[in-house]
Structures are given as structure tokens and as C-alpha cells.
């Protein structure tokens, strides 16, 4: 498949003024972190909060052009229904999306107050997709891919435009990679317009058929796809993304769902942006050093902040871990009243935050007049920690540390 420089420019025409310019921001903190020039692509700002209602965008835009728009259906539990929702609106058409039943309701009601009309069907994408082609065979709709299209493809390389005309000089643009088509409508724009720049990917570890596909050069799929980043938990790439990442790409990465944690809370910290798990994946490429960025203008490209709430404490979690403030361990305390008032002093006064403390007298090995105490602390970071489990042992403690997960 061949995607011209006139299709990306057609694309820009169609979304001005549908959707924000997002931001550019140079981060002084992660740059100082990694020995490059890092800028934030802050997508997560975006319309709908995800670059998704690009692609949708410039997708119906291009159908209503041709008169062939009556209606769309699509099929998604995340931004591509709302991406959908809200393109159909601002164009005057009609749109049904398509959930799993476990769809968040949060996303089913955001969903619906972009318009759409929302049906749950199955318990998986893949009955939602089903069930999303039976609608359009019944209706005469057409059903709008959130990725394997090339004018959803053109809509989202929107995004490598923007950031060209934002920072000319820029030498590296990194972005999540799910189904590809952010991946490929970036790297074929961007390198339209100047080969010199370098583009890659990041997908998670668990869910890195894109990565597969580019080093074998052809569409590899999987048999699962595991990870907190739920937005790029794709089995099965698009042909058409796949055969565009592998001529136009420079690279796919992989990182792990803890340092994609890390670089969440890295973001609402220091930046204080709220990112989803997919979208902070380009920044956990740079901070875990899978690729040398010193010296060099780096984008990481932010591509939605889509979280959900309840989801964002786990994610916390996750990255306190990752960055060593977060320990657990085991004390063994005779079971007499004031030890645990002793034990706890030592901790207060190594300065760490006790978070949980849980007795359990029925361990294996306990004399009957002895508990075991399992402890959760927040620390300054790693070698805190160490000293406050010195700290104990010095006093004559038994401390042993619990696993970090």
C-alpha cells in the first residue's frame, strides 16, 4: 500500500479546526534524566483525551466528501469509540459503537454523551467486532477500523506533521504501537517530509506482535496480549500498518509494564500529566535507556490520558515499586504487649511512612508466643529502605524482605 504526502496534506485540511494543536513541551527533568532534549507531544490533551478522533476524523470526513457516509458503526471498549462518537457528531452523521459488556461504564457513558448509540455485545473485542459487522451488513453502515485504513492511517500521521512544523529539528519521535496505525501514519509522514528523522515504536512487552512483525518483516500475530496498557493490547496488527512500519520505521521497542508504571507516575509528578498506560510507553523507552537519546531532540509522543480512575492507584503502585518507595517485609515479634510499639519506633524514627501492618500468628514455624508482622512502608527510595531494614536488624530484629510485586 502507497500513502502520498497529498494524502497526509488532505488530512490536515479536513481536521482544522475539529481538533486542538496539542502542545509541545520541552521537560527539563526528563531531559536531565536521560542527556537529550525531551519534548512531551501532549496528545493526552487532545479531543476525546486520545489522537484516535484523528484518524476517525479524517475517515468520515473523506466519506462524507464521496457521499458515502450514511452511517458508522465501529467496534472498540476505549478511545476509538470515543473517537468515533464525537467524529460522527461534528460531521452530522449517525454512529453505533459496539462494547464488550465489561466495558467500563465510565467509557460507555462518555461514549454516549459524544451521541453515539451504544450496544454491549460479548464478553471480548472480538464478539463486539462481531457483532459491530452484523450491524453493518443489517443497516448498510460502514464499519470505520480503528487502525488497518489508510485514511485512518493518514489521519493520525497528522500527528508526525505537527510535530515537524512545531520542532524542525527535531532528530527522534517515538510512539506506542498497538494495531500500527499511529506508528504508520507517523513514520510514513515524517519520513515523506525528512528521512533524517528517526522514528520508532514501543510496544509492552506482552503484547509485542508489532515488534515481531518488524524484526521477521512480515505480519506476525500472537497468541495473547497481556499488559496494563490495555490501549495497545493488540494480537493481530493490521496488514496494511505492518507493511508501512516495516518500510518507513527505524525500530520497535519493547518495554515492561512496571517502567511503564514508572514513567505514569514520572508524568503526574514532575509534569503533572495524566497519561493513560499505552501513551506513556514512548517516555518509559527513553527513561529505561532502550534507546541512546543524549545529544539528540527526542519526542515522545503522548497519544492519549484516558485512565481510568480506579485503575490509577494500582498503577501508583506499580511505579512506587519500580522506583524503590515502596518495601514489604516480615518481622518476627514475641507476642507480648508493647513489641509492636518497639519495632514501629525504630521505623519512625528512620523516617519511613508506614502504609499496612498485618499480624499472622499461624506462619509455619512460629513458637506459640511469637507473630509474625508483615509490614508495608513508603520510603525515600533505595537505599532509605536498606536503612531502615538495618535500622532493625541492628536492634536484633529478624527482617526478611517480602517480594516487591
Not at 162 to 177: M, R
Amino acid at each position: 500500500m502507497d500513502l502520498e504526502l497529498k494524502d497526509f496534506e488532505l488530512a490536515e485540511q479536513r481536521l482544522r479546526g475539529v481538533l486542538h494543536h496539542t502542545e509541545l513541551d520541552l521537560s527539563s527533568t526528563f531531559s536531565e534524566m536521560t542527556g537529550g532534549r525531551i519534548y512531551l507531544k501532549c496528545e493526552n490533551r487532545q479531543k476525546t483525551g486520545s489522537f484516535k478522533i484523528r484518524g476517525a476524523s479524517n475517515k468520515i470526513a473523506a466519506l462524507v466528501e464521496r457521499g458515502e457516509a450514511k452511517a458508522v458503526v465501529a467496534s472498540s471498549a476505549g478511545n476509538h469509540a470515543q473517537g468515533v462518537a464525537c467524529a460522527a457528531r461534528k460531521f452530522g452523521i449517525p454512529a453505533t459503537i459496539v462494547m464488550p459488556k465489561a466495558a467500563p461504564i465510565a467509557k460507555v457513558q462518555a461514549t454516549e454523551g459524544y451521541g453515539a448509540k451504544v450496544v454491549l455485545a460479548g464478553d471480548c473485542y472480538d464478539d463486539a467486532y462481531a457483532r459491530a459487522c452484523e450491524i453493518c451488513r443489517g443497516e448498510g453502515a460502514t464499519f470505520l477500523h480503528p487502525y488497518n485504513d489508510p485514511e485512518v492511517i493518514a489521519g493520525q500521521g497528522t500527528l508526525g506533521m505537527e510535530i515537524l512544523g512545531d520542532l524542525p529539528s527535531v532528530d527522534i519521535v517515538i510512539t506506542p504501537a498497538g494495531g500500527g496505525g499511529l506508528l504508520a501514519g507517523v513514520a510514513t509522514a515524517i519520513k515523506l517530509l525528512n528521512p533524517r528523522v528517526k522514528v520508532y515504536g514501543v510496544q509492552a512487552e506482552g503484547a509485542d506482535a508489532i515488534a515481531r512483525s518488524f524484526r521477521e518483516k512480515k505480519l506476525v500475530t500472537t497468541d495473547s496480549a497481556s499488559t496494563i496498557a490495555d490501549g495497545i493490547a493488540v494480537k493481530a496488527p493490521g496488514d496494511l500498518t505492518v507493511e508501512l512500519i516495516n518500510r518507513y520505521a527505524d525500530g520497535v521497542l519493547t518495554v515492561s509494564d512496571t517502567e511503564i508504571a514508572d514513567a505514569i507516575l514520572l508524568l503526574l509528578e514532575r509534569c503533572k500529566q495524566v497519561v493513560e498506560p499505552a501513551g506513556a510507553t514512548p517516555l518509559a523507552a527513553v527513561l529505561s535507556g532502550r534507546l541512546d537519546v543524549r545529544g539528540k531532540r527526542v519526542v515522545c509522543l503522548l497519544s492519549g490520558g484516558n485512565i481510568d480512575v480506579s485503575f490509577i492507584q494500582s498503577i501508583i503502585e506499580r511505579g512506587l515499586v519500580a522506583r524503590h518507595r515502596r518495601i514489604k517485609f516480615v518481622v518476627t515479634l514475641l507476642d507480648r504487649p508493647g513489641s509492636l510499639m518497639q519495632m514501629l519506633g525504630v521505623i519512625a524514627a528512620s523516617g519511613a511512612n508506614i502504609l499496612q501492618i498485618e499480624h499472622d500468628k499461624l506462619s509455619e514455624g512460629l513458637n506459640p508466643n511469637e507473630t509474625n508482622v508483615h509490614v508495608s512502608l513508603e520510603v525515600g527510595g533505595a537505599a532509605h529502605g536498606e536503612a531502615v531494614i538495618e535500622a532493625l536488624r541492628e536492634k536484633g530484629y529478624t527482617v526478611v524482605k517480602e517480594d516487591k510485586t
